[in-house]
């Protein structure tokens, strides 16, 4: 029984984290769709008033015309060439661009602006990302020890009797402190001077990268109007790998007192329970016993 009891106050709480899981889920369902749903239909009517008024400058197209020059554009687009700019663009497939696209697949990142169009390419993506994932994954996972060692070593260095959780939290603020420059306030900067972005926007790619969300919208070196060092894609994805590592650390730290947090409420409200039906029993009159004689 007290083995059925400790496992039932392990589970306990996990419809709670359900529901509280499926509730973020439709709160940002909401909340997104309030967001970008009048701006969608704002862009949709913009682009077909534009069409339009190209039809009306160049009367010798007309509108079939003018759909497939879309398509083709489109075409080009879901190809990973882009429509601005003319034949003289830098490849898509050049070792630098080559080292940062391998770096996406392993990483599961996937910003979807390119992709192998040939059916070598994509057999050779396909066992390329079934190898390569789980060796990122231990690569991120030993990297994470190693970090998370380094907070240890720390943390021995400088722990004094009766300071051990200032230290500890002193630990923890540096190592947080030290990330967040280097991997998400520092970064943008670069990113708003080479690509143009406001500041805004290449900390909005930052994290979208290092949490491997990966949406495509924003993607470091395509501009065709920009030229850009040989090395800049391949540094981008080194500085993904240390950063996806971090962010993956901090993510386990947050999770851990997430789960901690709801164990220890819900022990608490069980603590509770148990004892208010203690009192009510200590409360309650003992009943006369009554001998049967034999």
């Known amino acids: 029984m007290p083995l059925l009891t400790m496992h039932s106050q392990q589970i306990s709480w996990t419809p709670l984290l359900v529901l509280g899981y499926l509730f973020y889920l439709l709160l940002g369902?909401?909340?997104?769709?309030?967001?970008?749903?009048?701006?969608?239909?704002?862009f949709r009517?913009?682009?077909?008033?534009e069409k339009l008024k190209f039809l009306q400058n160049y009367t010798c197209l007309d509108r079939q015309a003018l759909e497939q020059f879309v398509q083709v554009l489109m075409e080009a687009w879901e190809?990973?060439?882009?429509?601005?700019?003319?034949?003289?663009?830098?490849?898509?497939?050049?070792?630098?661009?080559?080292?940062?696209?391998?770096?996406?697949?392993?990483?599961?990142?996937?910003?979807?602006?390119?992709?192998?169009?040939?059916?070598a390419g994509q057999i050779f993506c396909v066992f390329y990302a079934l190898f390569g994932v789980p060796l990122n994954l231990a690569f991120l996972n030993q990297l994470g020890k190693a970090l998370n060692a380094h907070?240890?070593?720390?943390?021995?260095?400088?722990?004094k009797p009766g300071r051990a959780q200032?230290?500890?939290?002193?630990?923890?603020?540096?190592?947080?402190?030290?990330?967040?420059?280097?991997f998400?306030?520092?970064?943008?900067?670069?990113?708003?001077?080479?690509?143009?972005?406001?500041?805004?926007?290449?900390?909005?790619?930052?994290?979208?990268?290092?949490?491997?969300?990966?949406?495509?919208?924003?993607?470091?070196?395509?501009?065709?109007?920009?030229?850009?060092?040989?090395?800049?894609?391949?540094?981008?994805?080194?500085?993904?790998?240390?950063?996806?590592?971090w962010l993956a650390l901090v993510f386990n730290v947050g999770a851990d007192l997430m789960e901690r947090y709801l164990q220890l409420k819900w022990h608490k409200s069980d603590s509770s329970?148990?004892?208010?039906?203690?009192?009510?029993l200590e409360d309650e009159p003992e009943q006369p016993r009554i001998h049967i004689p034999s």
């Open 29 to 42: 369902a909401m909340v997104f769709q309030l967001l970008e749903k009048q701006a969608e239909t704002h």
């Open 151 to 159: 907070l240890l070593t720390l943390e021995r260095w400088v722990q």
């Open 184 to 245: 998400l306030v520092f970064p943008p900067l670069v990113f708003s001077y080479v690509e143009g972005w406001s500041y805004g926007e290449g900390f909005y790619f930052t994290f979208i990268t290092l949490s491997t969300i990966g949406f495509g919208d924003y993607v470091v070196g395509t501009n065709p109007n920009k030229h850009y060092i040989p090395v800049y894609r391949s540094l981008t994805a080194i500085w993904i790998v240390f950063g996806l590592a």
């Open 166 to 182: 200032v230290v500890q939290t002193l630990a923890v603020a540096i190592f947080l402190t030290t990330g967040t420059l280097l």
């Open 273 to 280: 329970l148990a004892e208010g039906d203690t009192t009510k």
């Open 79 to 119: 190809k990973g060439v882009n429509p601005e700019g003319n034949s003289t663009n830098p490849s898509n497939w050049d070792f630098s661009n080559s080292f940062f696209f391998a770096g996406t697949v392993v990483t599961t990142i996937g910003y979807g602006n390119l992709s192998p169009s040939t059916v």
């Open 45 to 49: 009517d913009q682009f077909q008033l």
